[in-house]
């Protein structure tokens, strides 16, 4: 009898097993923390343990890591500097929070701040919001090896919490995390255009490099890949001529971004989503219809069922197909809905990203953030050449595009001057 218990003892494991699977999937996809440990700047709200609220001190150390990031500072030298002020790591803050929180990284009594640790920190997504759940998982219940599920399998809930840095700061410190931005063991900042600046023909990082003639030290830059390799020209350019030039180009461009703002604030928008609108509130409408009619003709059916025109199995029949269709149709409502309201939502933020450009309209000198913010790339083809790729430039063409609709006439000089002209008011 032995053998036959212990089946129905894995039965019973296994039956359970897939319970409890599936209870924590509904609650992943609802929305619901279900670790038992949260992470670093936020903990469990006191009236519900599914629901993820700031924790004001942990908090304000996430925000100043990001703020350090966008100021030019490397991982290391941002984990160096919360050592420095005393700060807690995350795992001894959760120590001293009362956790039974164990990890196997721990390498020496207390654990200290990393660039490891603070990597994994600016690369979280929950801070903007987003609660990511079901990364890990075994095979059944027998096992206990965990495996990584794969990326689209993980459940996603964005905007779930309140956010402890924004989606735009979020986005520019991710870029800045692809970048090659090494410092030299004595620097604790990047200088002002690492990982921005490239060679315009092979696309090699350019490398700040300074030379000391005659007593005096003249920094330049110049291409990463000739430097190691000589497989591409110096493209060499002294550091002060690339920064005043990318200085003088990124002033003119923020006046025209100021053009552009005077511009459509004087001849107000133009919903240029209208058409898109338009053929959304017709299909709106036509599947509206549809569904009164699905309704109608399963009503009209019951009466035929009555008068004997449709025998009860042909009844049956075509309610269910009647009801498939209705149901069907039902899911497209909810969808071209969903659809419009994303349209609105486009509409309303269309233009936000002028106002990235337009709070350094009074800037005087160039800083490692407003570089990161308002610039993807700086292509260098020698020392009087350059090439300046802006953020959103892809934007910014599209609304230049769009203002003849609006009545306005451009022109670009040689200068790269934005002329404007209202021909009528739209």
Not at 205 to 213: E, G
Request: net charge positive; glycine share 4%.
């Amino acid at each position: 009898i032995i053998p036959f218990k212990n089946l129905i003892n894995d039965a019973y494991c296994r039956d359970i097993s897939i319970k409890i699977r599936s209870n924590l999937e509904i609650k992943r996809k609802k929305g619901e923390c279900v670790t038992p440990f949260v992470a670093f700047g936020y903990r469990k709200t006191k009236t519900d343990k599914h629901k993820l609220e700031i924790d004001p001190s942990a908090g304000s150390v996430v925000q100043d890591i990001f703020k350090m990031k966008l100021r030019g500072m490397s991982q290391d030298a941002i984990a160096n500097r919360l050592n420095e002020l005393g700060i807690l790591s995350p795992f001894e803050y959760k120590i001293s929070s009362g956790s039974h929180y164990e990890t196997g990284f721990r390498q020496k009594e207390q654990a200290l701040w990393s660039s490891v640790t603070v990597r994994r920190i600016l690369e979280n997504e929950v801070y903007i919001g987003n609660l990511v759940q079901g990364k890990r998982t075994t095979p059944n219940h027998k096992v206990k090896q965990t495996y990584v599920k794969p990326e689209d399998d993980w459940i996603r809930i964005e905007k779930n919490h309140e956010p402890l840095v924004s989606d735009r700061d979020f986005e520019i410190v991710q870029r800045l995390l692809g970048m090659d931005t090494r410092t030299s063991p004595d620097q604790k900042q990047v200088y002002l255009l690492s990982g921005i600046a490239v060679c315009a023909d092979c696309g090699a990082p350019m490398t700040r490099k300074v030379s000391t003639v005659a007593g005096k030290k003249y920094a330049y830059y110049l291409c990463s890949a000739n430097k190691e390799t000589k497989r591409c020209s110096s493209h060499r350019i002294p550091e002060k001529d690339l920064e005043d030039a990318v200085l003088v180009m990124l002033k003119q461009h923020i006046q025209n971004i100021l053009h552009l703002k005077r511009v459509l604030e004087f001849v107000g928008t133009v919903p240029f989503q209208e058409i898109n609108m338009k053929k959304l509130q017709d299909r709106l409408e036509k599947k509206k219809q549809e569904t009164e009619r699905c309704k109608e003709l399963r009503m009209m059916l019951y009466s035929d069922m009555k008068e004997g025109i449709v025998s009860k199995e042909d009844y049956v029949e075509l309610h269910a197909a009647y009801g498939k269709r209705l149901r069907n149709v039902e899911e497209s409502l909810r969808a071209i809905q969903k659809e419009m309201d994303s349209e609105l939502e486009k509409a309303d933020n269309a233009n936000t990203w002028l106002d990235y450009f337009v709070k350094y309209q009074d800037i005087e000198e160039l800083s490692r953030t407003v570089v990161v913010e308002l610039i993807r790339k700086i292509r260098v083809y020698d020392k009087k050449n350059i090439e300046i790729t802006f953020d959103f430039d892809d934007c910014y063409q599209t609304l230049l595009n769009q203002l003849p609709a609006m009545g306005v006439d451009t022109v670009i000089d040689d200068d790269n001057n934005l002329q404007v002209k209202v021909k009528e008011v739209v």
